[in-house]
C-alpha cells in the first residue's frame, strides 16, 4: 500500500505561478498528476517515470514541469503562466508496475492522492 500526500495548491492570479508536491510513502514506477474540473471529468497532466522520461497534455506544455526525487520518493509540479482554465482539483497518481503508452488513462494508476484545489483568477 503506498500513501500520497499532496501539498501546495492555492489561489494564484492568472499568469502566476504555484508549485505542487507529492510525497509518497513507498516507491512507484511512475507518478502522475490529473486535474478533474467541477462537470469534467478527471483529465491527464503530466507524469514522469521512474528513469525521468515525461509527458504532458498539449495544454500545459511550456508552462508545467514535471520532477521527482527518487530518493524522497516525491513528485512536484511546477506550474507557470497559469490561467483560470487551469483551474481544477489536482491529484497525484502512482503507478507500480510500467504502463506503457497507456499514461494517460486514469484506471491504470494504483494509487491516488486526496486531492488540492488550485484556483487561477483572471
Known amino acids: 500500500q503506498v500513501q500520497l500526500v499532496e501539498s501546495g495548491g492555492g489561489l494564484v492570479q492568472a499568469g502566476g505561478s504555484l508549485r505542487l508536491s507529492c510525497a509518497a510513502s513507498?516507491?512507484?514506477?511512475?507518478m502522475g498528476w490529473f486535474r478533474q474540473a467541477p462537470g469534467k471529468e478527471r483529465e491527464f497532466v503530466a507524469v514522469?517515470?521512474?528513469?525521468?522520461?515525461?509527458y504532458y497534455t498539449d495544454s500545459v506544455k511550456g508552462r508545467f514541469t514535471i520532477s521527482r526525487d527518487n530518493a524522497k520518493n516525491t513528485v512536484y509540479l511546477q506550474m507557470n503562466s497559469l490561467n483560470p482554465e487551469d483551474t481544477a482539483v489536482y491529484y497525484c497518481a502512482a503507478a507500480t508496475g510500467g504502463i506503457g503508452s497507456a499514461y494517460r488513462v486514469p484506471r491504470l494508476y494504483d494509487y491516488w492522492g486526496q486531492g488540492t484545489q488550485v484556483t487561477v483568477s483572471s
Open positions: 513507498g516507491r512507484s514506477f511512475a
Open positions: 514522469i517515470s521512474w528513469d525521468g522520461t515525461t
